[in-house]
């Protein structure tokens, strides 16, 4: 049982901060409070006793006169019934006791005090009662003849010191109590957004990411509301990589279907009946095309499926970017001599980046041919590599073809996307998107400029590489 309690009191302990900070401050308030109760204790006994010393001088100044013949004697004046006072023979005997019932034998170290001319000051018990003591000696002629002994009883004082601890007593564990009532409260009242906002976030489930904490949550500059604020841009984040991750999916699996669905109609028309050996050979080509094509398209899928996995390892080299732009250009002069497009190339020298040369020369490659395939014939297709202001390492590919409307230029990054599917080139809509993965993968960044009838410009910027490479 006991051990159940225990378990039960380090769950709350851990689960709750607001326990915890309650208990916390409870115990700074606690120490704070003993401090100060023991401090005014102290104080206040200190200060009681100092005035019982002062009262007892001067109740023996006032109260010791000498006779006609020099012999010391009590003056009868009457004293407040809580002192004693006795003159004492310096062997200890009472030589006077005034008009008093009782008398206090004289203190242990009296005598000895009075010899030497020095009053003493202490405190003794007699029956049953505390008593304040000073016994000073009676000089007749620079010698002591006597001892003045006066008393004065403590009680009063213990009294008052009794009194003050039964208050602390009573007022310590109040004020411990309402503080910690105040503690809770104000835990409670800083947390409670923090609980309104694990709520929430309990409640939105895996599938539905569209839900955002309340306006009112994030409105306030304080650490809730910057945490409220933080938790809903995680959302939206999360939101739309989910969207896009479904997107992407969607239009992959009918980038797919279509072609293959081509592919078997085509088989079936073959089929139907006996063909001549040339209508077979003319479907087999057909389909070896659209396998081709459907082949590049798988392998565009890869590549950015094996981004977004971030299983895409760089393997990372000092290259001259001015050399691959030429080797570049040189495996596209083929294709651009058939289209007729005049495809050209200049390169400063030492523009170097670390990049992985493979990667690169496919991004490359797609706005080259990009470039010529969206070139009439006649136009042209310039690159060049150059070093910027800003010490980057520029690559530009810039044609003559019919551009790109400005109500595309956004999108012509986003997977899948083509400008007109209609007059599509036959890619897969995916290569400037890889082109914009690669540079982003090598710290760099692709832009894009683009005019109707007069051309387009891709621009690759990247870091330049150090002299020695990393
Ligand atoms: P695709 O494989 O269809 O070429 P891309 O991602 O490379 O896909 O390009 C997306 C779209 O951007 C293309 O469909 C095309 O309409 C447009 N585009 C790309 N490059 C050019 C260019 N140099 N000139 C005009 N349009 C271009």
Redesign the pocket.
């Known amino acids: 049982m006991r051990m159940i309690e225990r378990l039960r009191l380090a769950s709350v302990w851990s689960r709750s901060i607001r326990v915890r900070l309650t208990l916390w401050y409870l115990v700074i308030v606690l120490l704070v409070l003993s401090l100060f109760a023991a401090l005014v204790y102290v104080g206040l006994s200190r200060s009681l006793r100092a005035e019982i010393d002062h009262a007892l001088g001067l109740a023996a100044q006032r109260s010791l006169a000498f006779s006609a013949s020099g012999q010391p004697q009590l003056l009868p004046r009457a004293l407040p019934a809580d002192y004693i006072i006795g003159l004492y023979a310096l062997d200890g005997s009472v030589l006077d006791a005034g008009r008093q019932r009782e008398w206090l034998p004289l203190a242990p170290r009296a005598i000895d005090a009075a010899l030497q001319g020095r009053p003493v000051l202490l405190t003794l018990e007699h029956v049953g009662e505390t008593w304040r003591v000073l016994a000073q000696p009676v000089a007749v002629g620079g010698r002591a003849i006597a001892i003045l002994q006066v008393a004065r009883s403590e009680e009063s004082m213990e009294e008052a010191l009794e009194q003050l601890s039964e208050l602390l007593l009573v007022l310590v564990p109040t004020t411990l109590l309402l503080a910690g009532a105040g503690g809770l409260f104000l835990a409670k009242r800083a947390l409670d957004p923090i609980d309104r906002i694990t709520r929430t976030a309990a409640g939105i489930g895996a599938g539905d990411l569209s839900q955002r904490l309340p306006e009112g949550a994030t409105a306030s500059p304080d650490e809730v509301g910057r945490l409220a604020a933080t938790f809903n841009g995680m959302l939206h984040r999360l939101e739309s990589a989910f969207l896009r991750q479904r997107q992407f999916t969607a239009d992959a699996s009918h980038e797919l279907r279509t072609p293959v669905t081509l592919m078997l109609s085509q088989l079936d028309v073959v089929l139907e009946r006996a063909r001549s050996p040339e209508e077979y050979e003319r479907a087999l080509r057909s389909l070896r095309d659209d396998t081709w094509r459907l082949r590049r398209l798988l392998e565009d899928l890869l590549t950015l499926a094996r981004a977004d996995a971030q299983q895409d390892v760089l393997q990372r080299e000092r290259l001259d970017l001015g050399e691959l732009a030429e080797q570049v250009v040189e495996s596209m002069q083929p294709l651009a001599t058939e289209r007729n497009v005049r495809l050209t190339v200049r390169a400063e020298r030492d523009i170097c980046v670390f990049a992985d040369q493979a990667r690169l020369m496919q991004l490359v490659l797609?706005l080259v041919e990009?470039?010529v395939r969206?070139t009439l014939g006649g136009g042209l297709v310039a690159v060049s590599v150059e070093r910027t202001p800003k010490s980057l390492a520029a690559l530009t590919v810039r044609?003559t073809?019919?551009?790109?409307p400005p109500e595309h230029l956004p999108h012509?990054f986003e997977r899948f996307?083509?400008?007109?599917p209609a007059r599509?080139?036959g890619?897969?809509?995916?290569?400037?998107?890889i082109s914009r993965q690669i540079a982003e993968a090598h710290s760099g960044a692709i832009e894009v400029q683009?005019e109707v009838g007069e051309g387009?410009t891709f621009c690759v910027l990247l870091p330049l590489a150090m002299e020695e490479a990393p």
């Open positions: 797609n990009n470039g969206h044609d073809g019919i551009g790109i012509v996307y083509r400008v007109d599509s080139s890619g897969t809509g995916l290569g400037l998107a683009s387009t």
